[in-house]
């Protein structure tokens, strides 16, 4: 069963607004990691954050876990053109840190 | 380019034939990975090689057989696949530690068409 679910499924925002993406999981995690997707290419590693951890920040991008709701949230602040792609939250799970389970990903699409 | 090297790019095969896929990681970790992405659909994991476990994903059907030679190379072989199983298949790797520290490197993706 899926693991991840992400929140809202596609969203479309002005540029300099900040977008905000959800994700949900079920079962008890090591970690939880958001990647990135430009269409049709390889997913690169945005940020990590642990499950003992409750905010973490990388330049623009703001993550924040609550384990007790089993959730996590993107945050980037200042959008540009660039951001433009596919973003998905996975979870390492507890149980064994080599299934790295993947959600169905929200499509984010920046308007000039 | 990642470090992860994926090849072939594109791949167009039909119902009967036997090809494979292949990735090779110059990052020096010690596990890889392939994940299957439909359209429309969450990726899949399909396969794990680490110094720890090798993880299969039981749903997977058996005309997907994973080979890993040594800890830099993934294959992929397929054989009498179909139609669905037209994707995009990726290979990952990671440096397995500590455990919470297990971050992927993507390779490009392979594109599977199968006719």
């Known amino acids: 069963s899926q693991q991840g679910e992400e929140d809202p499924q596609a969203l479309s925002i002005q540029e300099g607004e900040n977008a905000t993406m959800n994700c949900s999981y079920k079962t008890s995690i090591n970690n939880l990691q958001w990647y990135r997707q430009n269409s049709g290419r390889g997913l690169v590693h945005l940020i990590l954050?642990?499950?003992?951890?409750r905010e973490k920040h990388s330049g623009r991008l703001r993550v924040t876990l609550d384990t007790s709701k089993k959730s996590s949230s993107l945050l980037i602040t200042a959008s540009r053109a660039a951001d433009t792609a596919s973003y998905f939250c996975a979870t390492a799970l507890y149980s064994s840190a080599s299934k790295i389970i993947f959600g169905s990903g929200t499509r984010l699409s920046i308007r000039p | 380019e990642t470090g992860v090297t994926q090849t072939p790019r594109h791949l167009v095969m039909g119902m009967t034939n036997k090809k494979s896929l292949k990735c090779e990681q110059h990052l020096g970790h010690n596990a890889m990975y392939w994940y299957k992405q439909s359209a429309k659909k969450p990726l899949e994991l399909m396969f794990v090689y680490s110094l720890e476990e090798r993880v299969e994903n039981n749903s997977v059907p058996s005309r997907f057989s994973p080979e890993c030679p040594n800890s830099s190379h993934l294959f992929l072989h397929l054989h009498t696949l179909q139609p669905e199983d037209s994707a995009l298949y990726l290979c990952?790797?990671?440096?397995?530690?500590?455990?919470?520290?297990?971050?992927?490197?993507f390779g490009a993706g392979s594109r599977l068409t199968v006719l």
């Open positions: 954050i642990r499950s003992n951890e």
């Open positions: 990952a790797s990671s440096s397995q530690g500590a455990k919470g520290a297990n971050v992927l490197t």
